[in-house]
């Protein structure tokens, strides 16, 4: 099966006057359809920049990255950026939804950049369809203040969707979650993974990564541990953990 992901010795040096700092070195891996991965470390661990290079946002100093079988290694700003939005969704820490425009609406956004276009009724078929695998129905025509913040992400998710692209992108997504959200928007991730979409997540919560299947850890910009979940987290019992918790505390008050 072909890889979605294959870094094959991919360096990032970034020049600071007469001083180069090595964010990425050396680094060699892969990601298979249906994978749902962690990338982990510390600040200056080179997660950022491996997250931008994944993201065809930054482009590598040397080596060979293979997105869905196409070298984006050398690619222009503008090729990137349309492959960018043929193969990759993204979902942020911050929802970066527009403020006066429903869910749907901010849903179709990525749409107006399809290259060739696509027609109305493809464009509203994708819609209907990333609305029900996120279970947002009936808040489609919702503005973001309207939605809990759990809500807010599950739309981010299905605007990542809409493209129906090979590799869904996550930087910190239950950043400025709760608990109880951070559940919800991690069971979300799941039931998506279920469905074979494959996704990786930048996170520093070791709670978060325990969701996934993998968890690769990088340090000073290598890639130190890569290794399977053990003992997985999901969902759907943790939800009910919490609830049990929640309604222990509220006996003993």
């Known amino acids: 099966m072909r890889p979605i992901i294959d870094l094959q010795s991919i360096n990032r040096v970034y020049r600071t006057g007469a001083v180069d700092i090595h964010a990425v070195r050396d680094v060699s891996l892969t990601i298979h359809p249906g994978e749902f991965v962690a990338v982990m470390g510390a600040s200056g661990s080179g997660k950022s920049t491996m997250m931008n290079t994944l993201g065809c946002l930054d482009q590598p100093t040397s080596g060979l990255f293979l997105l869905d079988g196409i070298d984006v290694s050398k690619l222009s700003p503008e090729q990137r950026a349309e492959i960018r939005n043929q193969k990759i969704g993204f979902v942020f820490q911050g ?39 996120t279970g947002l129905t009936q808040r489609a025509d919702h503005v973001p203040s ?51 979409i494959t996704i990786a997540m930048v996170t520093h919560e070791l709670d978060i990564a325990q969701y996934c299947k993998r968890n690769i850890i990088m340090r000073d910009g290598r890639i130190i541990s890569d290794r399977p979940v053990e003992n997985r987290s999901w969902a759907a019992t943790e939800m009910k953990k919490l609830e049990s918790e929640q309604l222990a505390a509220d006996l003993a008050s």
């Open 146 to 196: 309207q939605l809990s913040g759990g809500q807010q992400q599950r739309v981010a998710i299905a605007r990542a969707l809409v493209m129906k692209p090979a590799l869904l992108l996550a930087d910190e997504p239950t950043g400025n979650l709760d608990t109880r959200t951070s559940i919800e928007i991690m069971g979300a991730f799941q039931d998506l993974n279920e469905k074979g």
């Open 95 to 133: 929802f970066n939804l527009l403020a006066r425009t429903t869910a749907r609406e901010n849903i179709e956004l990525p749409m107006l950049y399809a290259h060739p276009p696509l027609s109305r009724r493809e464009q509203e078929e994708r819609v209907q369809h990333v609305l029900e695998l």
